[in-house]
Structures are given as structure tokens and as C-alpha cells.
């Protein structure tokens, strides 16, 4: 194979994965634009025809508004070409427990085949595994993996969460320790309450009450696994997963980093 051929296939090979995310207030674009930067990827933002005011509860009620009536918002065309490209990281904040609204526009009008999609999304408490059942079941041609989501109050821990995550699954060169699973999950003790309330004090909504946890011990420190007794948003009883982890330095204060419902 010539030089040029060769530069040329390279070329070919690096384009063929995309970082295509929405971004209301630039959270989201943040964590895809450290994605692009790790993976060397083509980048591109999707654009609502009628932007959202980017106000919190304007944007709510819009959104609600539309998934009631299930009347996408209009989205600009893209410039990519999806045909283009193999793999494509797909990121979005969530809205309501899933993806928000110009994502279900771009899954309605595009089904992907053949391609595959990795989520990677910001949020205030949780909802990836949420949104990536809703890709799943909106894109059944696609192959949706497992993806990536920090909370919003967390971001600044994106570059080394996201570093491990492309190297645990092969979307970037290099290797990581793999970490330990955590132990069984254990009834809470008063400390482990008083560290559990102490990470979820800045949330803005009771996340419920702790009854067992799970342990590990990282390099970077202690991680924490809580099953939760809460309300569910019907008012019933619900049980959710909260993971809590705690730095190695000197007074690092408890984070709660994601919640699973």
C-alpha cells in the first residue's frame, strides 16, 4: 500500500465514529467535547429549530407539554452524514428519567441501523440506564451499549470517569486496574447514615432513607453501594440504588454520584 493510501485509510478509519450529543446549558457539550477530545472523533451539536429558553422550569414545562402531546421539537439538519460512521457517542441531558426532547426528535427520524450508539448523559440524580432502555426499545435496529452519565454537580470528575470508562471498553488505547466489587450489602450503621445524608444534603429533593449498603476501597478511595426506601413519583413505596463515593484526601466530603431507579 502506497503512503497516500495509507494516510487515506487512516483518515477513513478516524472519522468513523461520531460524538453527536444536545446540549441546553452546556453541561452535556462539556462532557462531549473532553469525548472528542480523548477519542480524536468528528463532533457535532443538535440543534433545535426553536431553541429552549435554557430557564429550568420554562424548559420543563415545554418538555412536558410535548411529551404529553408527543409532538417532537423540529431539529436542525445535520451536517454529519450517519452513514459515515460506525460507532457514534450519543449524549444528551435528562429530561422526565430519559433522554430530553431533540433526541426523541433524532431517534424518530433516524433508525440507525447497523450503527453503534453509546449514550453518554448528564442529569441531577440519575437516568442513564433509564434513558438507554428507552434508545434500546426507540432504535431496535441499533446496538446500544452500555454508556456513561455524571451528575451535573459533578462534571469536573468527567476527564478521569471518562478515561477509565474508554479504556475499560476498548474505545481508547491503554489499560486501568479494574476495580473492586463491592461486598454485600450490609445493614446501614449511624455513621454510614450521617456519611449517606451528608453526600445527598445539596440535592434539592429528598433521595429517601438508607437500609443496607455495600463497600469497596478504590485507589482514588471509598465508594459506596446504598439501597434506598423512598417514594416513588405515584406516592407509592419504591426502593432505588445510590452510589456515594468519598475522595482519599483530607476532608473530602461524601458526593452521591448517581441515583438508579
Same mark, same amino acid.
Given at each position: 500500500?502506497t503512503?497516500?493510501?495509507? $494516510?487515506?485509510?487512516g483518515?477513513?478509519?478516524? @472519522?468513523?465514529?461520531?460524538?453527536?450529543?444536545?446540549?441546553?446549558?452546556?453541561?452535556?457539550?462539556?462532557?462531549?467535547? +473532553?469525548?472528542?477530545?480523548?477519542?480524536?472523533?468528528?463532533?457535532e451539536?443538535?440543534?433545535?429549530?426553536?431553541?429552549? @429558553?435554557?430557564?429550568?422550569?420554562?424548559?420543563?414545562? #415545554?418538555?412536558q407539554?410535548?411529551m404529553?402531546?408527543?409532538?417532537?421539537?423540529?431539529i436542525?439538519?445535520? =451536517? @454529519?452524514?450517519?452513514?459515515?460512521?460506525?460507532? $457514534?457517542?450519543?449524549?444528551?441531558?435528562?429530561?422526565?428519567?430519559?433522554?430530553?426532547?431533540?433526541?426523541?426528535?433524532?431517534?424518530?427520524?433516524?433508525?440507525?441501523?447497523?450503527?453503534?450508539?453509546?449514550? &453518554?448523559?448528564?442529569?441531577?440524580?440519575?437516568?442513564?440506564?433509564?434513558?438507554?432502555?428507552?434508545? =434500546?426499545?426507540?432504535?431496535?435496529?441499533?446496538?446500544?451499549?452500555?454508556?456513561?452519565?455524571? #451528575?451535573?454537580? #459533578?462534571?469536573?470528575?468527567?476527564t478521569?470517569e471518562?478515561? #477509565?470508562?474508554?479504556?475499560?471498553?476498548?474505545?481508547? +488505547?491503554?489499560?486501568?486496574?479494574?476495580?473492586?466489587?463491592?461486598?454485600?450489602?450490609?445493614?446501614v450503621?449511624?455513621?454510614?447514615?450521617?456519611? &449517606?445524608?451528608?453526600?445527598?444534603?445539596?440535592?434539592?429533593?429528598?433521595?429517601?432513607?438508607?437500609?443496607?449498603?455495600?463497600? /469497596?476501597?478504590?485507589?482514588?478511595?471509598a465508594?459506596?453501594?446504598?439501597?434506598? =426506601?423512598?417514594?416513588?413519583?405515584?406516592?407509592?413505596?419504591?426502593?432505588?440504588? $445510590?452510589?456515594?463515593?468519598?475522595?482519599?484526601?483530607?476532608?473530602?466530603?461524601?458526593?452521591?454520584?448517581?441515583?438508579v /431507579?
Open positions: 500500500m503512503l497516500i493510501a495509507s $494516510i487515506a485509510t483518515c477513513a478509519q478516524k @472519522s468513523k465514529t461520531l460524538v453527536l450529543y444536545y446540549s441546553e446549558t452546556g453541561t452535556t457539550k462539556a462532557v462531549a467535547e +473532553e469525548l472528542q477530545k480523548q477519542l480524536g472523533a468528528d463532533i451539536a443538535i440543534e433545535a429549530v426553536e431553541p429552549y @429558553s435554557g430557564d429550568f422550569q420554562q424548559t420543563m414545562q #415545554r418538555g407539554k410535548e404529553q402531546s408527543g409532538q417532537t421539537p423540529e436542525k439538519p445535520l =451536517k @454529519s452524514k450517519i452513514a459515515d460512521y460506525d460507532t $457514534i457517542f450519543l449524549g444528551y441531558p435528562i429530561w422526565f428519567g430519559t433522554y430530553a426532547m431533540p433526541i426523541a426528535t433524532l431517534v424518530k427520524n433516524n433508525d440507525f441501523e447497523g450503527k453503534t450508539i453509546i449514550p &453518554f448523559c448528564t442529569f441531577g440524580s440519575g437516568g442513564l440506564n433509564t434513558s438507554t432502555d428507552a434508545l =434500546k426499545k426507540a432504535l431496535p435496529k441499533a446496538k446500544i451499549q452500555e454508556g456513561y452519565g455524571v #451528575r451535573t454537580a #459533578r462534571v469536573a470528575a468527567a478521569k471518562l478515561d #477509565r470508562y474508554l479504556k475499560e471498553n476498548g474505545y481508547k +488505547e491503554g489499560t486501568v486496574e479494574k476495580l473492586p466489587d463491592y461486598s454485600e450489602q450490609q445493614p450503621t449511624d455513621e454510614e447514615k450521617a456519611l &449517606f445524608d451528608a453526600a445527598c444534603s445539596d440535592y434539592q429533593f429528598p433521595l429517601g432513607t438508607p437500609s443496607t449498603v455495600g463497600k /469497596r476501597q478504590t485507589p482514588d478511595g465508594d459506596y453501594k446504598f439501597t434506598v =426506601k423512598s417514594r416513588g413519583f405515584d406516592g407509592n413505596e419504591a426502593t432505588s440504588t $445510590i452510589y456515594v463515593t468519598v475522595g482519599k484526601e483530607q476532608g473530602a466530603k461524601p458526593e452521591f454520584t448517581q441515583v /431507579r
